[in-house]
């Protein structure tokens, strides 16, 4: 039995080119053999479309879509993720979930998703309805079990038992003889793992192949990683597609010989290959060819030029220099050899003038009032300010720097350093900044070593330095996992050893940095906890815990 | 049998703050005679929490908090709003909302929220699992049905049919004598009206009392009216209490002669109201006691200055106005006559200066290109500058001054205009913020008529006006109501008699903005469909319909 998988990077909302790109998979599934071919979830419609399914016309059009992508279908059926409608007068959400067996022309079954994640980045509750039974498909005597993504995510692999019904338990009893799985798993570090684990899980303890075809692709702050998965009945990988591509491959899941995909991961490289493509993703699939960002010399706007670079080519990558006063020789150096090293453009444009002319404007109004850190974010404004300007004459997508961990304790300046689009590094703790950089230079330097080796400044006073206000990285990124990620109270954190004063603090600047963070440009989410529509906190609010 | 109503304004997440408050109007309702109290929805906990409740102790210190409040009860119950745990190892979320009856000392009964409210701005799936039986409590021969916001709302009131339980009907089939309603009900235009008709007929199909007692208060982008409300068994509305203000009141369902509450609302009033209140509890629960914005002469700035003034009074609010070569010598005079009207402060702060040093920096880089665009936000952002650099010098909290209708366009700068911790008026169309600055002028001139009677402009370049660029207001308004709130589709809107031209102009830009609007500041939600947490639309994506 050969099955075709179709992972593919569909984009939210565009049903023309989303039908093509499906088509376009079909047939190479077919032309290496298929007899039954899988797309990944929501595949026609673009995962999450988020509240566009509420337009008029949006499910409507979806429906049109797939009626269109039925009459092209042949013998070799098709089994495509798309949203249907759930009836207007029963009570419920207005939409479903849904895949759709198509074959010889028409639609021959409707499947809906029966469990329905509403936690961290889903919020599948909002929109549907889930489907009350599961029935496997009679196909070529054959019994197949159809279901989507959560479906089969077993209780052990979720945080706590979120549902009271079990699909593949309810198929298992029916009778079936295979297991396909249509997905949109976003990537997070561990996750590729994670899945192999729990697809090899279902398979042994269903006692069937398991078929799991994952969407690959970004879109917003979510990045699909591919790997899709063939299982045998015994639980043993049969096939794992590659990461962070589209590909079609086709796969007899009695026949194959077993593989060990375990092998290739690198943690470093799996967070930069899901970097590259939602980077990649999210430029172009906004329309724009090009980017621009700040160099300031440091390891952040480093790393984020590499990535631009490797996502979209050296010609289409302009960075920026901006030296102050404050900036040591290093920064503009640093930058320019950067940009040599990357093959992209570098202006250099001092910061001063503006500096001298915003000061003076605002003189009469702070009377004689000392610097602070007002003239701080002055310059970090400044070159944020330069940068939009070059961002609009050339019509370049602004990539903002910062990483994570600043991110959490409001080290950056909003309007200022903040500025941006797309903040690239935004979910990488500063430490795991570092272990990229390191990993990118594995081989030869695309990063200067002296970047890498500097200690971080941020060069916005005289001899600054990053550790004259922060904690050592190593430290803060530790409290952070636990204060932001898992979510523990400040005692329960200082039981575990760490410095009381400074899990306060860490603690007080995380909440009481939401307002930029609410502010703050879509990150790419490469862990399990990112900032932004996984983490939803009030601004308003006096908890302290 | 005297109820009492404990309309009160919780902080998100201050248990301490938020126990004392509920005592005291506790206490206020024993001395007026009250038998029995009853507060909002989560009172003690603030609403909505959001991932707070996810953080280890945030829930844990709720039931320490309830047990407390407990102990301070007497004979006179008290039913409380407050968040339980759901079983670790059953099935579902990890929480409930829910409900206590404190009665001599202890928790006599616990009572669960039925229908959970997700879509729009509630995630309460997210959170919470569904209590599974509706009780009536026994209370002193009385059988009162206890039930939580949302549980009590019809069909008819919401958008569709989105339960299969009616929490009402199951009470009823057990047989009460009075239902009282615990909840966090925010504030749109016409809601007020809504909410009496709906506890008017849930009175009438009950055949029974109903005690409805709404927050108060600003949470965040959604502001509680309170407009608590006693209905009798025939559906006639016995009181209500006042809007925007905490109130403890003691009614008779029984007793007390019915009342006209429909007679006192005015639309622009109701707007008004729901602004100062909303932006006085942003800024005093965020922990600032002033604020700052730029005054450019324009209505949107006034109006949200006119605001600020009644909210936290003329010392706490700080004003720039900031001149360029563009602007008409009105911007200026009319900013100074309007600071003099409210009694507030406002410094005059030229940006020709800092405007020639950026574009002195900037020009080696772009070589000769043209002036476009890129120069008018220049001088935006330049202004954002500044009013960041008196925010953080003063520690003044910045307000933005945007409409509804310029976000959903863009016709505003990021980074310039839209800096801000607070978007006040970023929920009224632009044809509103007309009908209110006329209706805070209606006995004495607050704004300057000339700012209310000259045509809008941006005055970012020679004699510009909002026309040259956008429809007439009014035309703009009629079809982002239709395209945003209703979430018709272009040909929808044509078909009803709008030019296509403009419709498609209009459409592009809604949907070609999303990303700016990611950035925005927060904005006070006072229309059924406010950008921000109730819309959640992707950045990358290309539907069209």
Redesign the interface.
Known sequence: MKIGLAQINS?????P?NVKRILAAYRECLEAGAELVITPELALV?Y?????V?????VP?CLQALDYLAGEIGAVPLVVGYIDVHH???????FRNAAAWLEHGTIRHRIWKTLLP??DVF?E??YFEPGTTCEPVLWNGWRVGVTICEDIWT?ESLQ?????RDPVAELSARGIDLLLNLSASPFHLGKPAQRRALIGGVARSARVPVIYCNSVG???QLVFDGHSLVADAGGCIRAQLPGFAETCRVVDPFATPATDASAEEDPAGQLYQALVLGLR??VT??GFSSVCLGLSGGIDSALTAAIAVDALGPQAVHG?TMPSGYSSSGSVDDSLALARNLGMSC?V???G??F???K???R???AG?PE???EE??QA??R???L???S??ENRLLLTTGNKSELAVGYCT??GDM?G?LAVISDLPKVRVYEVARWLNREREVIPWNTIDKPPSAELRPDQKDQDTLPPYETLDAILELYVEQ???T??IIDLGFDENTVRWIQRRVDLNE?KR?????GLRVTSKAFG?G?????????V?
């Open positions: 984009v939210v909302g565009d049903f080119a673009g999450p479309p988020r509240d566009l509420f337009k008029s016309r949006f059009q207007p007068t029963r009570p419920g959400k207005p509403t936690y919020d509750r909002r209780d706590r038992p979120f549902y009271d970004g879109n917003d993703d999210y699939k906004c920026l202006d444009v001092p910061i003038g503006a001298e002319a915003v003076a404007a605002m009469p109004v702070f009032k602070d850190v007002t974010n002055m404004r400044i944020g300010l330069f939009m300007a070059l609009n004459k909003i309007y500025c689009g979510q523990l109270s005692d329960e307002w609410h502010q703050a440009a879509p529509i983490r939803r906190m009030p601004i308003v609010q006096r908890f815990g």
